[in-house]
């Protein structure tokens, strides 16, 4: 079963998440990640731009949601909110409402932040959103999670984080162990609701 984990990263912060949710998912016997990056939007966006890009995951096409048993979907905090290429992403999936690509998939979302109080939660629930418009069913990361008691940065009931302030070398131990925790989940969801 193919999961498809979407996001979009300038800096690699949220790509590293995307990542652990990534070997998260393939814990699972049965369950491979599908890694794909939303593609930046400009000012004037028709310029069209290569299926894939010079680096980083390809860019996510119409059918890998259809593909897909669940979805992983991030952005990088932008003034509390998800970034545009992340809400352009999710403007563009008329057709998957309609047609009810997603629903009844499980769905998680993560984030990364510069500041500990920076919104990461504020974002985390925004994308959680749109979400729930296409019927997804919203997994987040459950206080069993012993990490979620002892971070002292990234890592929320809502979804999976990281706060660059607390860690110039990338993730902490515990955003890494809760977003693989995260991935893990998604996988199991997604094998127990597939019809
Ligand atoms: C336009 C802009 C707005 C930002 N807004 C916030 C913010 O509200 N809070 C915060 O903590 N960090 C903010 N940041 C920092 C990014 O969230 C942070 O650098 C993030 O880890 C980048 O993720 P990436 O490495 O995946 O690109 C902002 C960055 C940019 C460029």
């Not at 599908?34 to 966006?45: D, E, H, N, T």
């Not at 905090?77 to 809400?87: H, K, L, Y």
Request: hydrophobic share 40%; glycine share 10%; with cysteine.
């Amino acid at each position: 079963m193919k999961i498809l984990v979407v996001y979009y990263s300038v800096k690699g912060a949220t790509e590293a998440l995307a990542r652990a949710i990534g070997r998260g998912i393939e814990m699972t016997s049965g369950c491979e990640a599908v890694l794909r990056a939303a593609p930046p939007v400009a000012a004037q966006s028709s310029q069209s731009l290569p299926a894939v890009p010079d680096s980083g995951a390809p860019y996510v096409a119409k059918d890998d949601l259809r593909d897909c048993g669940g979805l992983a979907l991030g952005s990088p905090t932008r003034f509390g909110a998800p970034s545009a290429p992340i809400q352009h992403f999710l403007d563009g999936l008329a057709a998957e409402w309609v047609s009810g690509a997603l629903a009844s998939k499980p769905a998680a979302v993560f984030t990364s932040s510069n500041s500990m109080h920076g919104g990461q939660e504020a974002t985390l629930l925004s994308l959680a959103v749109p979400l729930l418009h296409h019927g997804m069913v919203l997994a987040g990361i459950p206080y069993t999670e012993p990490e979620l008691r002892k971070t002292l940065s990234g890592g929320s009931p809502y979804g999976a984080s990281h706060v660059e302030r607390a860690s110039e070398n990338g993730l902490t131990g515990e955003e890494k162990t809760l977003a693989e925790a995260l991935g893990r989940r998604l996988a199991s969801l997604a094998q127990a609701l597939a019809p």
